[in-house]
């Protein structure tokens, strides 16, 4: 039975929600309060004692309504709801309480290999299990073979799927399974052949601390019955180059400012060069499609700039360059979108077109300002709704004495420069 309050927690949590749900985090069975959460921190064990590595908490903002006794509906981003927390407490932003499952939670690729601590402890029973988990490939697996070897052990490899990289985790592991069960696994030729490998994909969020994540990683292996435990070595990420990294550069500034006149400029220059695709979100597209219907206030602004962040940030995810020169006069929203985009690990450019508003006006290229200052249309930004100067630009280009091509190489160069294209 769903609860009356509702609440989607974020990737993290959502992760914590599964490993608390399947039983991989026993005797973990909720959310810490605020006594377990700062006596992890202090002292590395529940408040009873217990020993356990790592706050499990989840945040609520201090203005969600619920209150102890009360039940809250947990749903992943695409609102399916995956279990009930019963709110135990509720103080520094986080909301406490045990939960229970809401149904058996959709999984995307590699669903299958999902399983939980109960149903490999009853398929590995009676086996002495060597658990490994693994964030990256195993290129070595003679010390596994060894180990397996020597304690008549059955392998339990168990990839730490978490965000983009998760998929590509279990592909490592399927692979190693394959060179385990073939004998292939060794580098000197010596390894033996281990029968049984099994699989199971567990969702844990990697913890800043080394030696706290590696203190879970063992309590999950515990969990899923392993009596000895190796940590796969940590995944070398070396970022692509940056030319073929995914890029947004993302432009604000007032109205008039020149926004659109040197994003359609970095357009073409970049179509010329023809070393890129470019998605080029055009402020008058977004808000007769995309964001249609959407006004100015600052939710609907909000809206429009998230909006555009997302399409920005998917362009980006597969390599591209998406340009988009839309107002985004509020700083905490720009944030979002270089975090949204820094998520799928491409770069994030933000250029201020720092025109002053005194030329912005003069230029009153569409009448707007003049309307504006007669009280025709509200909320304008820069007379009577905020433009919040970023403190973190990037690139600044004030466009009051240069030509368009001028302010269009400003962006340019940097971009040449810093490798992104070529
Ligand atoms: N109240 C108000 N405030 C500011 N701008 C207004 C407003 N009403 C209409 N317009 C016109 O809408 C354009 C800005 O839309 P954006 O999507 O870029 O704005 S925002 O980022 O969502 O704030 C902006 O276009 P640009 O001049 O290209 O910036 C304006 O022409
Ligand atoms: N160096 C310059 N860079 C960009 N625009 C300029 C420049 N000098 C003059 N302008 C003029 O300023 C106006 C800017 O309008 P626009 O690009 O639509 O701004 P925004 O998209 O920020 O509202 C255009 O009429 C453009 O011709």
Redesign the pocket.
């Known amino acids: 039975m769903t609860a009356p309050f509702e609440w989607t927690p974020d990737a993290r949590e959502l992760a914590d929600l599964e490993l608390l749900l399947s039983g991989a985090y026993r005797p973990l069975t909720g959310f810490m309060g605020s006594a377990d959460a700062h006596s992890v921190d202090e002292h590395g064990t529940l408040a009873d004692g217990t020993p356990w590595p790592a706050p499990v908490t989840l945040a609520l903002p201090g203005d969600h309504p619920a209150a102890p006794g009360d039940r809250i509906t947990l749903r992943d981003p695409e609102g399916a709801p995956l279990a009930v927390l019963t709110v135990t407490e509720r103080s520094g932003g986080l909301a406490a309480g045990p939960v229970e499952a809401l149904g058996a939670p959709e999984h995307g690729p590699f669903a299958r290999l999902r399983r939980t601590p109960a149903e490999v402890r009853e398929e590995l029973a009676g086996r002495e299990v060597l658990a490994v988990t693994m964030r990256g490939p195993l290129d070595d697996l003679t010390e596994i073979e060894a180990t397996a070897g020597e304690l008549g052990a059955a392998v339990l490899l168990l990839p730490l799927a978490f965000g983009e990289g998760g998929p590509a985790v279990v592909r490592a592991a399927l692979r190693a399974r394959d060179r385990l069960t073939e004998g292939t696994g060794g580098t000197g030729g010596t390894g033996g052949t281990v029968k049984d490998v099994s699989i199971a994909v567990v969702p844990l969020a990697p913890r800043e601390d080394h030696a706290v994540d590696l203190e879970l990683r063992e309590r999950v292996a515990e969990a899923y019955g392993a009596a000895e435990h190796l940590a796969g070595p940590e995944p070398v990420t070396l970022p692509g180059p940056p030319h073929r990294r995914g890029l947004v550069v993302f432009?604000t500034?007032?109205?008039?400012?020149?926004?659109?006149?040197?994003?359609r400029g970095l357009r073409d220059a970049l179509l010329e060069r023809g070393s890129r695709t470019v998605t080029y979100l055009d402020?008058d597209v977004v808000r007769h499609l995309l964001s249609a219907g959407l006004g100015f206030s600052r939710e609907d602004r909000d809206l429009n700039i998230r909006r555009i962040g997302f399409v920005a940030a998917e362009a980006a995810r597969h390599g591209g360059l998406a340009i988009c020169?839309p107002?985004a006069p509020y700083a905490a929203t720009r944030d979002e979108v270089r975090a949204m985009v820094e998520a799928v690990g491409a770069d994030f450019l933000l250029v201020h077109?720092a025109t002053p508003l005194a030329e912005?006006e003069r230029?009153d290229?569409k009448g707007l300002y003049a309307k504006a200052r007669a009280g025709l249309i509200p909320e304008f930004t820069g007379i009577s709704a905020p433009y919040e100067e970023p403190d973190d630009a990037d690139l600044v280009v004030d466009?009051?004495t240069?030509?368009?091509e001028?302010?269009v190489r400003t962006v340019l160069d940097p971009l040449v420069q810093g490798g992104w294209v070529r």
């Open positions: 432009f500034g007032l109205s008039g400012s020149g926004k659109s006149t040197v994003a402020g020169a107002i077109v912005c230029r290229r466009t009051t240069v030509t368009v001028q302010a």
